[in-house]
């Protein structure tokens, strides 16, 4: 039977023809689900406007949410997106269904990023007559905990971050407190913490606010604020959900950076995923900054799909501009 192909415009629509197969019961990854591209689309949305893309047959369903700028499409996802990925079954004639359809609709050029297993994308575009190609985008850490109490996986990091622990956290003398549930207070605390940091201009306070009010009212949430003497001085956000736990964004006050706030207060987060939540891995995000190898263990790269549509002038010159950049790259490398 040949794949059955819709296009959507609409978030009702959508979740009217999913018939709950884009919710929290069947999608296990919180980047599946419709609740999390409709939080991106009403706090930060990627520039363009909403096209999902459904292809099915007898027995399976894949779902490729984009955002597209005639003529160009790329991922509907945002400064939040640890994981972007097609949908449902993956499978290759439905990706192929799928990434044939963008092509004869006219659109020049797709980026998808950041995606754990670019493979089956690359293959189906390339079926479809795109010229793909996939590039690292960035990396993800993680340890993996499986059967791992905190002591066991305490005495596995660096003596230097366990001895920064136990000297600073004795000196400092912070109140630590984990919610696992939405608290407004503790969620001002967060957001203060946040706009005292190093960090750059948060993309949007919303969206965070939006997800942590989600996920507490599932009970995945983990939020941690460390306090000293009341004031706030460290947050992370956290979400443990089937026995895994993702760390997305963390932050201590510049001003109180000599308590070592955020080692303190990692620890705790870490004690309570594996003591209480028993998780079996622990996921760091996106990025390479250096602090994460103490904590993790593994190093893993998300790539960017890029997928030229030679049908199109555009698509055409841009596949002939990345070629040429290619080949000077492998020739400056020699």
């Known amino acids: ?85 097609a949908v449902g079954d993956r499978s290759a004639p439905l990706l192929t269904a799928i990434a044939a359809t963008l092509r004869h609709g006219g659109v020049a050029r797709v980026e998808l990023a950041p995606v754990e297993d670019p493979e089956p994308l690359r293959a189906a575009f390339a079926a479809a007559g795109w010229i793909a190609s996939v590039t690292e985008k960035t990396g993800n850490w993680i340890v993996r905990t499986d059967g791992q109490d905190f002591e066991t996986f305490w005495a596995r990091r660096p003596a230097r971050l366990r001895n920064t622990a136990r000297r600073k956290a004795k000196a400092a003398g912070l109140d630590i407190q984990i919610f696992d549930r939405f608290d407004a207070g503790a969620w001002a605390e967060y957001e203060s913490v946040y706009r005292a940091s190093w960090k750059p201009d948060e993309g949007s306070f919303g969206f965070l606010r939006a997800l942590a009010e989600q996920e507490g009212a599932a009970g995945t949430l983990r939020l941690g604020i460390a306090r000293k003497d009341a004031m ?91 070629w040429a950049s290619a080949l000077a790259a492998r020739r400056r490398s020699r």
Request: with cysteine; proline share 5%; net charge negative.
């Open 1 to 85: 039977m040949s794949a059955e192909v819709e296009l959507f415009e609409d978030w009702e629509t959508i979740a009217a023809d999913a018939g709950g197969r884009l919710d929290r019961a069947s999608q296990p990854s919180a980047y599946a689900r419709l609740s999390w591209f409709r939080l991106i689309a009403e706090h930060c949305p990627p520039a363009g406007k909403l096209l999902a893309i459904r292809a099915r047959d007898a027995a399976q369903r894949t779902w490729l949410f984009l955002a597209v700028e005639h003529p160009h499409a790329a991922a509907f996802a945002a400064w939040y997106s640890l994981r972007f990925d």
């Open 232 to 322: 706030p001085v460290a947050a992370q956000l956290w979400l443990v959900e089937n026995e895994e736990a993702t760390i997305h964004k963390l932050a201590y006050r510049e001003d109180a950076k000599s308590l070592s706030p955020g080692t303190i207060l990692g620890e705790a987060m870490f004690r309570r995923a594996l003591d209480q939540d028993r998780v079996r891995l622990i996921d760091y995000g996106t990025g390479d900054d250096g602090y994460k190898a103490e904590w993790m263990e593994e190093r893993r790269p998300l790539w960017q799909l890029t997928a030229y549509n030679p049908r199109t002038i555009a698509g055409f010159a841009g596949a002939a501009r990345a």
